[in-house]
T-cell receptor, first 113, second 112 residues
Framework: EAGVTQFPSHSVIEKGQTVTLRCDPISGHDNLYWYRRVMGKEIKFLLHFVKESKQDESGMPNNRFLAERTGGTYSTLKVQPAELEDSGVYFC???????????FGQGTRLTVV | DQQVKQNSPSLSVQEGRISILNCDYTNSMFDYFLWYKKYPAEGPTFLISISSIKDKNEDGRFTVFLNKSAKHLSLHIVPSQPGDSAVYFCAASGNSGYALNFGKGTSLLVTP
């Protein structure tokens, strides 16, 4: 069974550009999460989808970040325009209904220069 | 404001000995606690969890202990193996939500 996959694994963009990260959760997992780890800090929650609906987006840092999960399958996280402080590793995770144990993808390392 | 704290950034243990990783939390609404293990360039991997209605959960070489009154949990690995060398994250959730609050991690090195 395929795990959570994220694309790309690395992205280097200039300040002011747009980047879109993609996450494919484990098949059948209704819960999908985005997290971010800035260097030297803890992994921080960004938002939680249940199917295609945003259940909790309390961790989204500002309106430059837009997450979507059309059709309740894969999800995208767009950063527009990117700022230097957006650099970090973005993790996607998914879990089955009623389960708190989330399975994480390998992450996308975003560097804004 | 960090609600889950792992105060030891690193820990070194000899192979065969016990590794004890500690975690403290401040939010009394947390009711589910998890430990994740992370290797470089990989995502966190779920290791073991415990509900607040329990004080101990064991899975093979891994045991998690929860002390609710002290708002403290610990992960015991015994016997430790070199392959256990990784960063270990403590995480907590509560308020009927699934969002995980992570600590900063403890880097464990198990030496032969």
């Amino acid at each position: 069974e395929a795990g959570v996959t994220q694309f790309p694994s690395h992205s280097v963009i200039e300040k002011g550009q747009t980047v879109t990260l993609r996450c494919d959760p484990i098949s059948g997992h209704d819960n999908l999460y985005w997290y971010r780890r800035v260097m030297g800090k803890e992994i921080k929650f960004l938002l939680h989808f249940v199917k295609e609906s945003k259940q909790d987006e309390s961790g989204m840092p500002n309106n430059r970040f837009l997450a979507e999960r059309t059709g309740g399958t894969y999800s995208t996280l767009k950063v527009q325009p990117a700022e230097l402080e957006d650099s970090g590793v973005y993790f996607c995770a998914s879990s089955a209904t009623g389960n708190t144990e989330a399975f994480f993808g390998q992450g996308t390392r975003l560097t804004v220069v | 404001d960090q609600q889950v704290k792992q105060n030891s950034p690193s820990l070194s243990v000899q192979e065969g000995r016990i590794s004890i990783l500690n975690c403290d939390y401040t939010n009394s609404m947390f009711d589910y606690f998890l430990w994740y293990k992370k290797y470089p360039a990989e995502g966190p991997t779920f290791l073991i969890s415990i509900s607040s209605i329990k004080d101990k959960n064991e899975d093979g070489r891994f045991t998690v202990f929860l002390n609710k009154s002290a708002k403290h949990l610990s992960l015991h690995i015994v016997p430790s193996q070199p392959g256990d060398s990784a960063v270990y994250f403590c995480a907590a959730s509560g308020n009927s939500g699934y969002a995980l609050n992570f600590g900063k991690g403890t880097s464990l090195l198990v030496t032969p």
